[in-house]
């Protein structure tokens, strides 16, 4: 079976904070993608990164980076330097390749006040 | 990169009818397109997985008779909600796959009202 959680429901920081999103994912498959996807108010879903389960290397993106550790089935996201504009929600996906589904976690939402 | 278009955006409708939302791949061939349905507040619930020229496939819980899915081409798949009821109304979102790089593509979403 396949899961993802995310533990976090809501976070707050304060702006220019540094916050984590935790991602911890279940599958049997040896082949998956993981995914994190931002969802602002609007409700259209922005794609943030993908990456696949034999490419353990963390990436960095302006003040996005995200840390794959398989040995712990976890795919965190940290926003260094939050800024208002941060404010969403944001969600965790895992597709598997043989069970062919792309599966969310229970997001969090993340409020930068000012 | 690449585009799913979602069509309409929002709709309200009479209870008891039916009503039919579209997801076009727009500059690629989508080989699995997945529906989703997101209540205030919670998370995207994966209502089935269709693969274009097959039946879809329904996760547990979902009428398939309610939710008919159709992926007639590698280009459009759509979801028709029939006789609708307020407890229907929710935001459906869709999402598409190429099989060749497995990045999955979001529509915009339609904010369906049953009134």
């Known amino acids: 079976a396949q899961k993802v959680t995310q533990a976090q429901t809501e976070i707050s920081v304060v702006e220019k904070e540094d916050v984590t999103l935790d991602c911890v994912y279940e599958?049997?498959?040896?082949?998956?993608?993981l995914f994190w996807y931002k969802q602002p108010p609007s409700g259209e879903l922005v794609f943030l990164i993908r990456r696949n389960s034999f490419d353990e290397q963390n990436e960095i993106s302006g003040r996005y980076s995200w840390n794959f550790q398989k040995s712990t089935s976890s795919f965190n996201f940290t926003i260094t330097a939050s800024q208002v504009v941060d404010s969403a929600v944001y969600f965790c996906?895992?597709?598997?390749?043989?069970?062919?589904?792309?599966?969310f976690g229970t997001g969090t939402r993340l409020q930068v006040f000012p | 990169g690449a585009v799913v278009s979602q069509h309409p955006s929002r709709v309200i409708c009479k209870s008891g009818t039916s009503v039919k939302i579209e997801c076009r791949s727009l500059d690629f061939q989508a080989t699995t397109m997945f529906w989703y349905r997101q209540f205030p507040k919670q998370s995207l619930m994966l209502m089935a997985t269709s693969n274009e020229g097959s039946k879809a496939t329904y996760e547990q819980g979902v009428e398939k008779d309610k939710f008919l899915i159709n992926h007639a081409s590698l280009t459009l798949s759509t979801l028709t909600v029939t006789s609708a009821h307020p407890e229907d109304s929710s935001f459906y979102i869709c999402s598409a796959i190429s099989g060749l790089n497995t990045e999955a593509f979001f529509g915009q979403g339609t904010r369906l009202t049953v009134v």
């Open positions: 996906a895992l597709l598997a390749i043989n069970t062919d589904k792309l599966i």
């Open positions: 599958t049997r498959d040896t082949t998956y993608y």
